[in-house]
């Protein structure tokens, strides 16, 4: 110790600072010589950002760690996992189940097969779909073709293009009940609509379950959505290779569109419809002291069954109250119908399929359901009822009375069959649709109906 101090002390002021200055430089190289040697040895640090004050030296201002290049690499072999991982098709849907694969898709109409050729396929499992917005309908959904969706790498197995496609499809079927006007829009266009309409036309329609009453009724909505031909999948040995593919279409609600879940919404829907059909009219009359012409009832008259007994009764009521009375059918030709439903304000009609016409409807219009017995309430809301809420269309119901129901003829008004329609079909759907649906005529009491058409034309007004 005082050896040590005699040696400093040799030193003068000056001296002993470089002295200070030399055993730390030594120190360092000697750290840095050992780090060296344990390199091989430690692995990854993380890396500290250093600012230094004004008074030169260093402080931590933040313990922001850097990712090494090393761990990069870990975080993008998780990411890969992820997507190797994540589910091809989206089966919680009550409705519907869609499946939408990219890269390179190959469709083979012979097999029902569509191949998602991926390096990476062994990580995703296959899918069987029906492409056919109701599922869980057993009756309907055995009308619809399935279909396979297999992710594969194996050579052996991919088969080769026939036809290579530059845009997007979507794969969808005309089965199930396509051949009932609500079910057909209800189950396929909207949802078609809703699928594809983000294309802009760049999209090629594969259709199976071909129904050609279906294509033929809605060439002009196809061509409105699509700028290329249909292909009838079904048909053919080939293979039709895409960018992408859609098999399935997404459904919200019946006759729905939630902008919530979309960017699209039931007013773009009915827009694009003005447009196809070039329907002339965005609203209903205006009714007010500068204008005296009359608003247009629309009756939708029927054939077969729910049909109204007593039209001529109606119409004079309608005039009465003040409206120009039309009289129509709804029929194939959706051009015409489009333009008969759109030049008028109010529609007025039994429960049925005619009354989704009133899609075609200008908006601040009015549909008049006329609800027959049977328990029928539940099914006429959620088929017309809540959807108008979306379409800018005023909803009025006209629930009949045992009188008012052909059914009088054959069952005394405190029969089961109207007192409590459930306890007497037990939720039968078969029995249900045979003696309410299949049976029924309507004949409407004018003068109680006499207020409803009040209504509507008050609703007008506003």
């Not at 939708?300 to 005039?319: D, M, Q, W």
Request: glycine residues 6%; positive net charge; hydrophobic residues 40%.
């Amino acid at each position: 110790m005082f050896l040590d101090v005699v040696v400093l002390r040799s030193f003068g002021r000056n001296g002993q600072k470089k002295l200070g200055y030399g055993a730390s430089l030594c120190c360092f190289l000697a750290l840095f010589g050992v780090l060296f040697c344990l390199r091989p040895y430690l692995g990854s640090l993380p890396m500290l950002p250093l600012t230094l004050s004004p008074s030169g030296r260093a402080k931590f201002l933040a313990a922001k760690e850097v990712v090494a290049p090393r761990q990069q690499q870990l975080m993008t072999v998780k990411e890969d996992l992820s997507k190797r991982k994540r589910p091809l098709c989206f089966l919680k849907d009550p409705r519907s189940d869609t499946c939408r694969v990219n890269g390179d898709i190959r469709v083979q109409g012979s097999s029902a097969m569509v191949y998602v050729v991926s390096s990476m396929a062994s990580g995703n499992e296959s899918y069987r779909i029906r492409p056919y917005a109701r599922k869980g309908d057993s009756q309907g959904m055995n009308h619809v073709r399935e279909w396979n969706i297999v992710p594969t790498s194996d050579p052996q197995v991919i088969p080769k293009c026939t036809f290579n496609h530059r845009v997007p499809g979507v794969l969808f079927s005309t089965g199930g009940y396509s051949g009932n006007n609500f079910h057909a829009f209800t189950d396929i266009v909207v949802p078609l609509f809703l699928t594809s309409r983000k294309y802009g036309g760049e999209v090629h329609f594969l259709v199976t379950n071909s129904f050609a009453p279906w294509i033929r009724k809605f060439k002009s909505i196809l061509d409105g959505l699509s700028r290329y031909d249909i292909i009838y999948i079904d048909r053919g040995e080939g293979v039709h290779c895409f960018p992408s593919v859609t098999v399935g279409l997404e459904h919200h609600k019946e006759l729905t569109i939630d902008p919530s879940r979309s960017p699209y919404s039931m007013k773009d829907f009915r827009d694009f419809l003005r447009r196809t059909y070039s329907l002339k009219r965005d609203h209903a009359v205006e009714l007010g002291a500068n204008n005296h012409k009359k608003p247009r009832l629309l009756i939708v008259s029927r054939k077969h069954s729910r049909a109204f007994t007593n039209v001529p009764k109606i119409i004079k009521l309608g005039e009465r109250v003040g409206f120009e009375v039309v009289v129509d059918e709804a029929t194939i030709n959706l051009t015409r119908t489009a333009e008969v439903v759109n030049s008028c304000d109010v529609m007025l009609g039994v429960h049925g399929a005619g009354l989704t016409n009133y899609l075609f409807l200008p908006n601040k219009a009015v549909l008049i359901q006329v609800v027959p017995v049977g328990g029928v309430e539940v099914h006429a809301k959620v088929c017309f009822g809540d959807p108008s809420k979306h379409m800018n269309i005023s909803y009025l119901e006209y629930s009949i009375l045992p009188r008012e129901s052909s059914l009088i003829r054959d069952y005394p008004e405190d029969h089961l069959i109207f007192r409590e329609p459930v306890a007497f079909h037990r939720h039968d759907w078969m029995k249900f649709k045979s003696i309410y649906l299949d049976n029924q005529d309507v004949e409407i009491d004018v003068n109680r109906f006499k207020a409803t058409l009040v209504k509507a034309l008050q609703l007008l007004n506003q």
